[in-house]
């Protein structure tokens, strides 16, 4: 339960945070690169910019009282299986959002943190529930370990990717 725990944490994680490989991936190589689908150019403005960087956290603020409601009224695992679903979703749709606009790259980024909100409520309970009370630290380690994983497991994989012809998008 520990390891599976903390890898699906690792997914959420890795999901959210991958918008800031993306970033990096999308910097033309070559100038004349004119593949506008496996470059990712920007054309928001400095704050809209600012507003993409932390629809994460203001996602998983606006939920974090209704994900405490739901964990406390609906079985963990449909919740967090929830939040999981959200961000697959999201995050599949991230490219198809920004070829639209901001507004619905700015919603696919808000339901990121929406999911990432579930996480650490998830971590809490799961140490409650399964852990004695000796074994808490070693519980809220491992699981607390699923951001540094999500950037050891993201970056590397997004790089070997964003360096085939797939680019960003399939990021």
């Not at 974090?64 to 961000?87: E, K, N, P, Q, T």
């Not at 919603?107 to 990432?116: A, E, K, T």
């Not at 004695?132 to 950037?151: N, V, Y």
Request: with cysteine; hydrophobic share 45%; proline share 3%.
């Amino acid at each position: 339960i520990l390891g599976t725990a903390t890898l699906c944490c690792t997914s959420i994680l890795s999901n959210m945070n991958v918008y800031n490989f993306t970033r990096i991936c999308s910097e033309p190589v070559d100038q004349d690169m004119s593949d506008n689908m496996t470059r990712m150019e920007a054309p928001f403005s400095r704050t809209q910019k600012s507003f993409l960087q932390s629809s994460t956290a203001i996602g998983a603020l606006l939920s974090s009282l209704s994900c405490l409601f739901a964990f406390h009224h609906y079985s963990h695992r449909l919740v967090f299986l929830s939040a999981g679903v959200i961000s697959i979703v999201s995050t599949a749709l991230a490219p198809h959002a920004y070829s639209l606009g901001f507004w619905f790259f700015l919603v696919s980024r808000i339901f990121q943190g929406i999911s990432f909100s579930s996480t650490f409520q998830m971590i809490g309970l799961l140490t409650h529930d399964w852990a004695m009370i000796t074994e808490h630290g070693i519980f809220l380690a491992f699981l607390t370990g699923s951001t540094q994983l999500s950037s050891v497991f993201t970056m590397p994989v997004s790089g070997l990717i964003c360096s085939t012809s797939l680019g960003w998008p399939f990021v």
